[in-house]
C-alpha cells in the first residue's frame, strides 16, 4: 500500500474537490484520480460519491477514512522520533537557485544549523531546469527553486514568491520617465536563462504588444546580469530583494513601466519514497523563512504548507 494515496484520500476527504487538493498538492486532477482509482482497486470499494462540483466519502469510504487518518499519523509521529534534531548527523544534499542565494538564503542556512547543529550541507547552485534534472536523477535530495513543470514522484511546497521589476543604470537617465515596452525595447533587455520563466514571460509580454524588435539576453548568472545592468548595458528584469547592496549604492534604480513583471514563483522540491527524510522538513523550514523574509518586507505572500 502507498502511503503517499493515503495521505492523498485523507487530503481530498477533507476538502471534497478535485482541484483544490491537486493545488494543494502541486499536482494535476488525473495523478489526484490515479490515486484514489488505485486505493479503490486495492480496497475493493468505492471511497467517494463524485458529481460536477465535489465528492463525497461513501460509507465504506468513511469506514476507510478512520483507519487511513491513524496510518498518515503514525507515520508522521514515526518520522518525529527518527529525527532527533541534535543527534542527525547526516547529509542533505541541496541545490538552489540565485535569486534565492541572494535573497533569504544565508537565514535559511542559520535556521537549519539551529534546528540540526551535526547536519552536513552540500549545496549547489545552478539554473531551475538544471536543479530539476539534477533532482530526478538523485544527485540532489532537494532543490529551492523557480516553479518547474510537475513531473512524477516529485513533491513541492510553495515559497511564495520575488516581486520582479525593471531596473537599470542611473547612467541611463531613463528613472524619471514612465516607459512603455516599445522605451525598453530601444536598450539590450537582461533576463534569467532562456529555459527560465522569467524569460518566457517577457518574450510573452512583448509579443502580445504588436510588432516590438527586442534584443533580449538570457543569462544564467545572476551577479553577470547585475554587473552588466549596472555597467550600462542595458535594462533588466529583477527582483528588487536580490539588489539591495546596489540600490542602496544607487549604481542600480527601480524603473517606472506602464507593463507589470510577474512575479518569480519559488518552490521547495522534492522526491517521494528517497533515502533522505529530511527532505519534506527542510522544505518546510525554507518556507518558513520564505515568509518571514516576505513579511518583513511588507509583501504578501501566498505560501500554504504542502498537505499529504
Not at 486532477?29 to 482509482?37: M, P, V
Not at 518525529?80 to 541541496?94: C, F, N, P, Q, S
Request: aromatic content about 6%.
Amino acid at each position: 500500500m502507498n502511503i503517499r494515496f493515503l495521505e492523498t484520500f485523507v487530503l481530498l476527504a477533507e476538502m471534497r474537490n478535485f482541484r483544490m487538493t491537486a493545488e494543494r498538492l502541486h499536482t494535476t486532477q488525473a495523478a489526484i484520480s490515479s490515486r484514489i482509482a488505485s486505493l479503490e482497486q486495492e480496497f475493493g470499494v468505492r471511497l467517494f460519491d463524485r458529481n460536477a462540483r465535489d465528492v463525497s466519502l461513501t460509507p465504506d469510504g468513511s469506514k476507510a477514512l478512520v483507519h487511513a487518518e491513524r496510518m498518515v499519523k503514525l507515520l508522521r509521529d514515526m518520522k518525529d522520533d527518527m529525527l532527533d534534531k541534535h543527534t542527525y548527523a547526516g547529509v542533505i544534499r541541496i541545490g538552489v537557485i540565485e535569486s534565492i542565494v541572494h535573497s533569504w538564503f544565508p537565514e535559511f542556512l542559520a535556521r537549519l544549523h539551529e534546528s540540526y547543529p551535526r547536519l552536513r550541507i552540500e549545496i549547489a547552485s545552478d539554473t531551475t531546469v538544471h536543479l530539476t534534472e539534477q533532482l530526478n536523477k538523485g544527485g540532489l535530495d532537494l532543490v529551492l527553486q523557480g516553479n518547474a513543470i510537475h513531473v512524477s514522484q516529485v513533491d513541492a511546497i510553495a515559497l511564495g514568491q520575488l516581486p520582479m521589476r525593471w531596473v537599470a543604470s542611473p547612467t541611463l537617465e531613463i528613472g524619471n520617465d514612465v516607459l512603455s515596452l516599445v522605451d525598453l525595447a530601444a536598450f539590450p533587455i537582461v533576463s534569467f536563462a532562456r529555459e527560465s520563466e522569467p524569460y518566457a514571460a517577457i518574450e510573452r509580454m512583448f509579443a502580445t504588444a504588436g510588432d516590438i524588435s527586442l534584443h533580449l539576453n538570457g543569462i544564467s548568472s545572476v551577479a553577470t546580469m547585475i554587473r552588466l545592468v549596472r555597467d550600462g548595458f542595458g535594462v533588466a528584469a529583477l527582483p528588487p530583494a536580490i539588489i539591495q547592496q546596489e540600490l542602496n549604492a544607487q549604481t542600480l534604480q527601480l524603473l517606472r513601466a506602464d507593463t507589470v513583471l510577474p512575479p518569480l514563483e519559488l518552490q521547495a522540491a522534492f522526491r517521494h519514497n528517497q533515502d533522505n527524510p529530511l527532505a519534506e522538513t527542510i522544505g518546510l523550514i525554507a518556507q518558513d523563512v520564505a515568509i518571514a523574509f516576505a513579511t518583513n518586507r511588507g509583501q504578501s505572500i501566498a505560501c500554504a504548507p504542502l498537505q499529504t
